[in-house]
């Protein structure tokens, strides 16, 4: 079982920068979706973004041209890039391995908190 360990949230102000990291315990990004997904309080878990082997990525609506999602295959590490940040922006923020060849199975990493204020 592969282990995801984010880093990189905190705390800013409205329209300021982040960047979360998600690294992976072994080399899975060339056989993985990899996904940014985030937990609002009271709200259920949604997609904001993936990167699919071969490097095609996918955005939440409410997160295109602000966020951007890429991968240092070397590091095993999947970023994330939070720009212009939104108090709505504010969540828990957690990295997801979905592994498209068999045997499929999938990890979540324990999550990073992201906070915005106005």
């Known amino acids: 079982q592969v282990h995801l360990v984010e880093s990189g949230g905190g705390s800013v102000q409205a329209g300021g920068s982040l960047r979360l990291s998600c690294a992976a315990s072994?080399?899975?990004?060339?056989?993985?979706?990899m996904g940014w997904y985030r937990q609002a309080p009271g709200k259920q878990r949604e997609l904001v973004a993936n990167?699919?082997?071969?490097?095609?990525?996918n955005y939440a609506d409410s997160v295109k041209d602000r966020f951007t999602i890429s991968t240092d295959n070397a590091r095993n590490t999947v970023y994330l890039q939070l720009n212009s940040l939104k108090p709505e922006d504010t969540a828990v923020y957690y990295c997801?391995?979905?592994?498209?060849?068999?045997?499929?199975?999938?990890?979540w990493g324990q999550g990073t908190q992201v906070t915005v204020s106005s």
């Open positions: 072994r080399s899975i990004i060339d056989t993985n979706i």
């Open positions: 990167i699919i082997p071969g490097g095609s990525t």
């Open positions: 997801n391995a979905r592994r498209v060849v068999i045997p499929r199975n999938e990890a």
